[in-house]
């Protein structure tokens, strides 16, 4: 069988423009994050953060420069994730009808000033949708991550966790509608 050209010789790799250290290092706080969503324990979190640098660096001479370091890196977080004893599938869901105790919801724009009370405001609605998000189920969750906190497009999404780009449209469609009918919920309370 005769090898095609692109495959017959070893792909010359160009001298890197930035090392490892300086393209992951932003990232640490975005990857620590995601890390403390999947796991919810914060020791297991640093740790899949320590194993996916890791991982990482020990990788980085096969990442092809010129592509999305990001995605990369985070694929690699996702793919320590689910292998590791604690990942998405041995993870059991929590239902969406647990009760959320003592959030009230108030519009951001009623308020113009930081006041105490404003900021107890403001910490209680990230306490409410902090609390709706871990209601999610693992796949919910971790698009709407990606998508909403880590702002990665609906592309990269799909790329990382190699699904059609119309299931990463439609789950975060889902995860939104989850969040805004626990959130309804809890404002009516």
Sequence with gaps: MTLLAWKRAAPEQAEP???FEEMAEPLLPALYNLAS???????DAEDLVQETYLKGLRGYAGFAQGSNFKAWIFR?????????KTGLAARSTIALEDELEGTEMVPEGAIEWATPESLFVQMTNKAAVEAAMEKLPGPLLEVILLCDVEEMSYREIATLLEIPIGTVMSRIARARQRLREHLAK???R
């Design 17 to 19: 423009t930035q090392s």
């Design 37 to 43: 969503w999947l796991t919810r324990v914060p020791a």
């Design 76 to 84: 690699i977080l996702r793919n320590t994730y689910l292998t590791s």
């Design 186 to 188: 809890e404002a009516r």
